[in-house]
Every structure is written in structure tokens, then in C-alpha cells.
């Protein structure tokens, strides 16, 4: 099979994945005895039967499950997801509002885990069982282990209260200026340890490994400076194992945003995830999940496609 | 020298001359009937390694801790009389008449301080224990169990039933973990064995990824198909001959989860969807320290109530990923997979 070819029958077998997330994300909330209508009767014991019925007409709650699917899927489809109950709003553009900043909090991680990440990994991969390797070792484990919430309510505590290095709460400026970059240092670096733990650990892995192979005797043989063994040689071809598992990461970040969000007060959606949690704000919480899900189907088939690109071994099938 | 042994005949080899061993060697005629398991093999590896067994010191002191923080009473019955922690973790000390007020320093009575509520720090991380570990083993070893059924049947039977229950397990991956144990508190409400569920509904599609590979490799060796000659049922051939020897990276996971596991009901906790408020569970109780870490009476940061808390969730997770980490060595699992790591949320 031909690359062109593997990443045709790659997107292709993708779309029903996708249509599988939305099932699932609808039968997740859906599926459950009750729906709001029996709360609001519950609470309400005047409402009789035909005003019941009446309200479930009215939110398309009167069909059988697949029907009250195929209403949701089709709006969804057409751009409609619904409403915010809380602020009268329309869920659409309540989550375009709030995406930017989720998007910008995960890149800053993303960024503080490679630059931790990638020269760590590579000093624990040339200087393999010495302290510094031992080192990072007890900092992969550490940063695995360290609650992020609490990592982020240490951070407070230290830069901003201590240290007053930082106001703790990002004042209500647009995002993209200067200004906001500040802000935005510690919510990275919490939301970052956590994966730069785990790519560090796959980087040491993936250069010891390739450290090991023919064509560095060879490029040492024919007498080139370490360094460049090491960091055009080595690193190349370790790089290729990052992006399998760039996909993981990305989920990781997504599910990181929930919580860093909560503690910093950062108006984004792993925030508004939280607060429809608690508001049951159904329309919200199916828009956010399917949201993820698809954009984790996609990462996975970037990362797929990526791979194939960089490393012309890899066998289609 | 040829030594005729039934129909076989072995040249060169002298039978004699292995009486006579290396004087230094400590063999002896009793040793060489000796067997070892691959467990007691492995337990033998993870007692020589020295992190991994301080990792487990550690764990076993906070489960002890835990369990003897405050008496247990079941059905009635007083089964552990001990209290260890000084205060009740609920009470609100100057409701009790104690001359306590909210957020006072670490100081010998109250080793961790006093909360905004007044109540004793230390009495209640002892005791939040409880909660923790207990979500964390009972879920690990719900979600184990139904993973390695789940992922036997799979790739034992394989073909179209794999390939469905497989499409199944991509779906459950598209999502974060914590993201769907949101969802399923939004639907079932707060509480002990709602988080229990929360994380166990879809908890074990990890391990059921993981053994359905290990059941893949394993079911090509011959054992197997002298099993099924011998007329053995299916049932028999996947839990009495695969799964055994499949079993390791599974255990490995499983230890490593643990963390994972506490660390996603704290942040469950943390977020205000675990635990009723005023619960002495680790997460919860940083929760209620989140809107007061700013200010403190009299502009002191009382740095106290989220120390102690998040320090004890993050000892066990590390504690709990250095015995994984030592397993993961001793039963040498890692043969070419990467186990993922516990922590991540």
C-alpha cells in the first residue's frame, strides 16, 4: 500500500469512529433513568400529565431514544447545539468564546513540556546511569505523581503570595497581547510537568535505544564530533517516537485544562466543563464532550499521518 | 567415556567428573530439587529493590494510619477500637468548647493547624486516608478484573468479535478519563460509591487493550494447542493456560493505575464533584481551601490546609508509582511495550 493510499483509507475509516463519538457522548447523558422533565415534574407536583407532555414536545423529549438522536445529530451537524439554560445563550458561540483561551493555555503547555522535556531526556540518554540520570529519573517520577491541582495551588502559594512575583488572578485583558503572556506562566507550567514527566521518559527510552544502532559506529567512525552524533544523528530519528505519542499527550493536556483552569480562574472551557457539570447544563455537556472526542479522533489521525510521514520504514497495513 | 543412558547414546560427556564441582560454588544435592515460582522469583528481585520497598513501607504506613485514625464499627459492632487521631476529623473544635479558632499555625497540639472551619488538619488527612486508598485498591481491582475478561475473550476468540469489541474500545479512548468520570457524576450525584462507579465504568478499557495483546502473543504457543487436542473447553484453555502467562504486564498496570486512580478522585474532590463539602478527603478538603489560600486572618497565608493535604496525595501516588516501578523490574515485564505511567489524568 502506498503512502498517498494509507492516508486515503486512514481518513476514511476515521468517519465512522466519529459517528461512534457521537453516539457515545449522546448515549452517555442520555441513556440514564430521568431526564430534566421528570426533575422539573418532581419538583413541581402541580404540573399535570398533558402539561407534561406538553414540555417534552416542546425540548423534542417525546421520541424514542434514536429520534431524539437523530434531532440532536442533525442540529448538531447544522452548526445548532443547543442552548446555555444559565445565560440564555447559544452553545455555539459560548464555546468559540472560551476556546481561544484553552487553546492557548494547552500550546503554552505543550511548549514548557518540550523544553523541558526534550534536552532532559536527551542529557539522561548520553549520560545513561550517572546522577544526572538518576535525576531526572526522580523528577520524571515526581512530576508523574504531583497532583496538578495542587501543583497549581503551590504555585499560588510560592509565586504569587510568597514571592509576589505574580498576581494570582488573570485580570480581564484580551488575550492575545503582550501583557496576558504573563499570566499565562504558571497555569503552563502546571498543565505542562505532568506530560513533560512522560515525554521525558519516552525520549531516553527512544535515544538509548537508537544510541545503540549501526549508523552512530558509523557516524563516529568516520570521525564526527560527538555532538553531532548526537543531536543531528540520534535526535532525527529519536524525534519520531514523540509524535506517536503526541496524540496521548494531547488528551492528557485536554484533560489537565478541567482542572488548571478551575484552580487559576482561567476563563476557558475545561472551566465551563466544570460549571455545566454542576449546572447540568445537558446541552453544554454533550458539546463539550463530543467536542473533545472529535478532536482527539483527529490528533490521533495527525499523529498517524505525521508518522507515516516521517519515517518512510513504516509498513501500511 | 560414553555413558549409555535408555536408547540415547551421550559421547563426551563424563557422568563422574560432575560429582566434583567447584569447591566454591553452593550447590548442593538438596538445592538442585529446589523450585522457584516466577513469583517467588519476582518477590525476591522487589525485596532487593530499595525504593521500591520504601514506596512500600510508606503505603503500608498510610493504609495503617488510615485504618486506625479513628475506630471501626461495623453493623453495630466496634471491630477497631484504636484512635490515633487526636481530634474527630468533622468536629469544629470550638463548638466542642475547645479554645481553637480557624486557621491557627501548625503548633504541637495541632501539628497541621486548624482549617477554616476550625478543624484539626492532622486529624483529618490521617483519617482522609480512609477514603483515598479505598476508592483507589477498590476500583484498581474492579476495572482489572473486568479488563482481563474483556480483553481474554477478544483475543482469544478474535476475528469479527474482536474487531467489534475493540471498535468499542477506541470510542472509550477518544475521551479523558476524568472527562467521562465528570459525566457520570453529573448523572449519578456526589458520593463514596458514585466515585467508586465513576471510574470504574470505564476504567478498565486500559487493561483490556493491554491483555488482549499479551493474550495475542501467548495463545500462538504450542501449550495451547496441545490443550485444545486434549479436548480442553475454551473456558479452561483461556483462564488455566493463557491468561497466567499474560498475566504480568496486567499486574504492573494495575499497581501503577492506583495512583492514577487516587490522584482523578482528588481532582474529582478538588472540583467540588467528589465527596459531600466538609469531607475529609483529601481533594475535598483543598477545594474548601482554594477561595481562602489568598487571604488568611490577619493577612497571614495559611499555607497549612493545602500543604498537608495535596503532600499526603502526592506521597502515596509517588510511593504507589515506586512499587509499580519495582514490579514493573521484578517480573521484567517490559519486554518492548511501554506500560503508561500512573498520574495521568
Known sequence: MGLRRFIAVRVLTTIPILFGVSVFTFAMVH???????????????????????????????????????????????????????????????????????TIALGLFGWVIALLIAIPTGIYAAVNKDTLGDDLSRVFALSGISLPNFWLGLMLILVFALWLDLWPVLAPNKPLFSPAMLKYLVLPGVTIGTASSATLMRVMRSSMAEEMNKEYVTAARAKGLPERTVVLKHVLRNSLISVTTIAAFLT????????????????????????????????????????????????ANLLADIVYALLDPRIRYD | MSTERGRIRITGFDADRVESREPLSDWTEERDTETESRWERAWGEFRDNRSAMLGLYI????????????????????????????????????????????????????????????????????????????????????TAAIGLVYGAIAGYYGGRIDEVMMRLLDLIFAFPGLLLALIIVAVLGKGYWELVLAFTVFGWAGYARLIRGE????????????????????????????????????????????????????????????????????????????????????????????????????????????????INDALNAQEGTDVATGGEV
Open chain 1, 31 to 101: 441513556l440514564t433513568p430521568g431526564d430534566p422533565i421528570d426533575q422539573l415534574v418532581a419538583l413541581n407536583p402541580q404540573i399535570s400529565a398533558a402539561e407534561e407532555a406538553a414540555i417534552r414536545a416542546r425540548y423534542g423529549l417525546d421520541g424514542p431514544v434514536w429520534q431524539q438522536y437523530f434531532t440532536w445529530i442533525t442540529n448538531v451537524l447544522q452548526g445548532d447545539f443547543g442552548t446555555v439554560i444559565n445565560v440564555d445563550q447559544p452553545v455555539g458561540p459560548y464555546i468559540m468564546d472560551r476556546l481561544p483561551q
Open chain 1, 251 to 298: 488528551a492528557s493536556i485536554f484533560a489537565g485544562a478541567v482542572v488548571v483552569e478551575s484552580v487559576f480562574a482561567w476563563p476557558g472551557l475545561g472551566r465551563a466543563f466544570v460549571k455545566a457539570i454542576s449546572g447540568r447544563e445537558v446541552d453544554l455537556i454533550m458539546a463539550i464532550t463530543l467536542f473533545t472526542g472529535v478532536t482527539i479522533i483527529l
Open chain 2, 59 to 142: 503505603v503500608a504506613l498510610m493504609g495503617i494510619l488510615a485504618v486506625f485514625a479513628r475506630p471501626v464499627t461495623i453493623a453495630g459492632v466496634t471491630v477497631q477500637p484504636f484512635s490515633l487521631a487526636p481530634y474527630d476529623p468533622s468536629a469544629i473544635l470550638y463548638v466542642q468548647g475547645l479554645d481553637v479558632s480557624a486557621y491557627e499555625a501548625p503548633s504541637l497540639a495541632h501539628p497541621f493547624g486548624t482549617d477554616g472551619s476550625a478543624r484539626d488538619v492532622f486529624s483529618r488527612v490521617l483519617y482522609g486516608g480512609r477514603f483515598s486508598l479505598s476508592i483507589g485498591f477498590i476500583v484498581v481491582s474492579i
Open chain 2, 215 to 326: 493474550i495475542l502473543k501467548v495463545k500462538e504457543n504450542e501449550y495451547v494447542m496441545a490443550a485444545k487436542a486434549l479436548g480442553a473447553r475454551d473456558r479452561r484453555v483461556i483462564f488455566r493456560h493463557v491468561v497466567p502467562n499474560a498475566i504480568a504486564p496486567l499486574v504492573v498496570q494495575a499497581s501503577l493505575s492506583i495512583g492514577t486512580v487516587v490522584i482523578g478522585v482528588a481532582a474529582l474532590g478538588f472540583l467540588g464533584l467528589g465527596l459531600p463539602p466538609g469531607s475529609a478527603e483529601w481533594g475535598t478538603m483543598l477545594d474548601a481551601t482554594r477561595e481562602t489560600i489568598v487571604q488568611g486572618p490577619g493577612g497571614t497565608i495559611p499555607w497549612w490546609v493545602t500543604v498537608f493535604p495535596g503532600g499526603a496525595i502526592f506521597l502515596f501516588v509517588m510511593s504507589m508509582n515506586l512499587i509499580g516501578d519495582g
